[in-house]
């Protein structure tokens, strides 16, 4: 299973009083729909994602937990939910590649 680095810092120094918001990405859809029931016992799924991703916010120290699940791949905070594709309009850049 991957884990992002931030989430291993947080796996490593869990602050007990702070919650994380996770994409948890299940092997495949069907891992993804047993993991919701495994992950409400630790924490609440807050969005099920395309790509067999779940969204899950829980208190940091049960991190642990959720890593001793089987059927998950990968493991990132929930930063890699938002890229920011706008650009102000009046942005002075060459949008040809190279």
């Known amino acids: 299973m991957y884990l992002s ?3 291993r810092r947080i ?7 702070e919650t994380v918001t996770l994409r948890v990405t299940a ?3 069907d891992a993804a729909d047993e993991l919701v029931d495994r992950i409400d ?4 799924v807050e969005e099920r994602l395309r790509f067999a991703g ?5 208190p940091q120290e049960r991190l ?8 998950i791949e990968s493991i990132e905070t929930g930063n ?3 890229v920011d594709f706008d650009t102000p309009e009046d942005a002075d850049y060459d949008s ?3």
């Open 54 to 58: 779940l969204r899950v916010t829980l």
């Open 11 to 17: 796996r490593e120094d869990p602050d007990e009083d």
């Open 27 to 29: 092997v495949d859809d």
């Open 96 to 98: 040809t590649c190279r």
């Open 80 to 82: 890699t939910f938002s």
């Open 64 to 71: 642990d937990d959720i890593c001793a699940l089987e059927g």
């Open 5 to 7: 680095h931030p989430v």
């Open 41 to 44: 016992d630790v924490g609440v």
